[in-house]
C-alpha cells in the first residue's frame, strides 16, 4: 500500500460517490436518533401511567443484533407482504405498485429508518438518566419565575443535558459512520450501488474481489475522515463558546 493507492482512489467517482453518501446516511441516522431518542426522554421523564412498561419496550431495539433488525425491517418493507408497505397503500400513502427497494433514495430511507430505530433507545436511556438528576428546586425556581415549557426546556432542561447530548452525538456519529450490518442485510450496497457506504465498498473490495489493498487504504480514509471531523466539531464548538464570552 503506496501513495499509489491513495492516487488511484481519488481518481475513482465510484469512492466519492461512496464518501458522499456515508455522510448523507451518518448526517439522517445521527440526526434522527437523536431527535427521537431526546423526544421519547422527555416524554418519559414527565411520567405517566404505563411509563415503566414503555421504557422497557423502547429498550428492545437496542438489545436486538443488528443483523437481526435489518431482516425484521426488509420483512415489514417488503412490496408484497410486509405490514408496513401494506399499511401505507391501505392508507394510499404510496402508489400501489411501490418498493421501498427499487430505488437508490427509498432504499436508503429504509435503512436509515431500521437503523434509527435501533439506535434512538441509546439516546432515551441517556437522557433519561441524566433528565432523572435536574435539580427540582432549579426546576420550580424557574417555573415560580414564570418560565413556560418552551422556557424550562431552554435555560433549564437543555443547559443540564447537553454534555450528555453531545457526548452520546459522537458515539452515534461513530456507530453510523462504520455502519455495515443492517445496509448489507437489507440493500447489500444496490441497487446499482445506489446505497454502497464506505463500509460496504471496504468489504467488497476486501472479500469479493480481493483487493486488499484498496481495502486497507479506504480504511485508513475511513478513520482520517472520521476523526478530522470530530476535530472539526472540537474545534468549532470551542471557537463558538470563545465567540459567545467577547
Not at 429508518?113 to 426546576?139: C, E, G, Y
Request: charged share 15%.
Amino acid at each position: 500500500m503506496g501513495i499509489s493507492n491513495y492516487i488511484k482512489l481519488f481518481s475513482d467517482i465510484r469512492v466519492w460517490a461512496a464518501v458522499q453518501r456515508t455522510f448523507i446516511w451518518t448526517f439522517f441516522n445521527v440526526g434522527s436518533a437523536l431527535l427521537l431518542g431526546l423526544g421519547s426522554a422527555l416524554l418519559l421523564s414527565g411520567g405517566f401511567r404505563g411509563s415503566g412498561f414503555i421504557k422497557s419496550l423502547v429498550l428492545i431495539p437496542w438489545v436486538l443484533p443488528s443483523v437481526i433488525t435489518g431482516y425484521i425491517w426488509s420483512l415489514m418493507l417488503q412490496e408484497d407482504a410486509g405490514i408496513i408497505s401494506y399499511c401505507l397503500k391501505l392508507l394510499q400513502i404510496v402508489p400501489k405498485d411501490f418498493s421501498w427497494f427499487r430505488t437508490g433514495a427509498t432504499s436508503m430511507a429504509a435503512a436509515i429508518m431500521a437503523n434509527t430505530w435501533r439506535a434512538f433507545p441509546f439516546f432515551t436511556l441517556m437522557l433519561f438518566a441524566k433528565l432523572n438528576t435536574i435539580p427540582q428546586d432549579h426546576v420550580e425556581a424557574a417555573t415560580i419565575e414564570g418560565a413556560n415549557r418552551k422556557q424550562l426546556f431552554r435555560y433549564v432542561t437543555f443547559p443540564y443535558i447537553k454534555s450528555t447530548i453531545i457526548t452520546c452525538t459522537y458515539l452515534c456519529f461513530i456507530w453510523s459512520f462504520n455502519a455495515y450490518d443492517i445496509l448489507k442485510v437489507m440493500t447489500n450496497g444496490g441497487p446499482a450501488e445506489l446505497t454502497t457506504t464506505m463500509s460496504i465498498m471496504v468489504q467488497r473490495e476486501a472479500f469479493q474481489y480481493y483487493e486488499i489493498s484498496n481495502a486497507s487504504t479506504m480504511s485508513v480514509i475511513m478513520f482520517f475522515l472520521m476523526v478530522g471531523i470530530i476535530v472539526i466539531v472540537n474545534l468549532a464548538g470551542k471557537l463558538l463558546r470563545k465567540v459567545r464570552h467577547v
